[in-house]
């Protein structure tokens, strides 16, 4: 029993240690341009540790996101006030806006947006049953909701977050009338 813990705690280690370098490498190279061999290397770890592990740096920032993006949109599907699930997802984005300017100069905005769409869809479900809207019309809906909601956070970011969160919120909000 010790050493399967001890085996399991060896697996989060290196799990956590495959994330940070790449998390630190993608500060001033683009996901596209690292390796994995670059990524071992600062990490610490054999190649072969990272294949235990993923099968991708793709793999690395997913499992890394998904639990943020998890955590905020499981937060907001038990709010019963609409306004309060804008300023919960204002506030998310607001949060991760350090890690979305990075993701949009190094290559992997595309990436968060997929783990976004895949959530936002899940809410919609939740709170929007669909009766008779099944295949390519709900897929639209949803990609057109999720696409614009994830632009204007991206927009904000990228242009310094000029207007206020209140002046994005209200605009999010709109989405939703």
Do not use: C
């Amino acid at each position: 029993m010790a050493a399967t813990e001890h085996a399991q705690n060896i697996k989060r280690d290196t799990k956590e240690w495959i994330t940070i370098a790449l998390l630190e490498l993608l500060q001033t190279k683009p996901l596209s341009k690292l390796t994995i061999s670059e990524v071992v290397k600062k990490a610490g770890v054999s190649r072969m540790a990272f294949y235990r592990n993923y099968e991708s740096l793709e793999q690395v920032l997913e499992e890394y996101y998904e639990p943020k993006y998890a955590d905020i949109f499981n937060k907001i599907a038990f709010q019963t006030s609409h306004e309060q699930k804008v300023t919960d997802l204002t506030n998310f984005f607001h949060a991760l806006s350090n890690d979305f300017h990075t993701a949009i100069d190094n290559d992997y905005k595309e990436l968060l947006y997929q783990i976004f769409k895949h959530h936002i869809a899940q809410f919609y479900d939740e709170i929007i049953p669909f009766p008779d809207w099944t295949g390519a019309k709900r897929s639209y809906w949803i990609d057109f909701m999720s696409a614009g909601v994830f632009e204007i956070w991206v927009m904000w970011i990228k242009n310094g977050q000029k207007e206020t969160l209140e002046e994005i919120s209200s605009l999010i909000r709109l989405f939703h009338k």
